[in-house]
């Protein structure tokens, strides 16, 4: 996928890594320039922050490692891709 192919709320899975769970994408990666503080400007990283459904943690991929993902092919609860029990 393209960075600009996502959006925020976005179910995807993390191609060869975290088999069988789903992430929701937050959003550009952005980090603090020299000058933050003062400009409030932060400079894109051109990588994605996702959060793991059914946890707390926010993680970075490339966009090139996401695919996506409908809702239907997860847990909303856990989420486990495939799960039948939630």
């Known amino acids: ?14 191609r ?9 994408v937050i959003g550009p990666e952005t980090v603090p320039d020299e000058d ?7 400079n894109p990283t051109g990588r994605v922050v996702l ?19 409908s809702d239907e092919e997860f847990c909303g609860g856990c989420g486990q891709i495939g799960c039948s029990w939630c």
Do not use: C, Q
């Open 51 to 69: 959060h793991m459904v059914g946890d707390d943690r926010h993680f970075s991929f490339d966009p090139e490692d996401l695919l996506p993902l």
């Open 1 to 14: 996928m393209k960075l600009t192919d996502l959006k925020e709320g976005d179910s995807v899975k993390i």
């Open 36 to 42: 933050t503080e003062w400009s409030g400007y932060e």
């Open 16 to 24: 060869n890594e975290y088999n069988g769970v789903a992430f929701r």
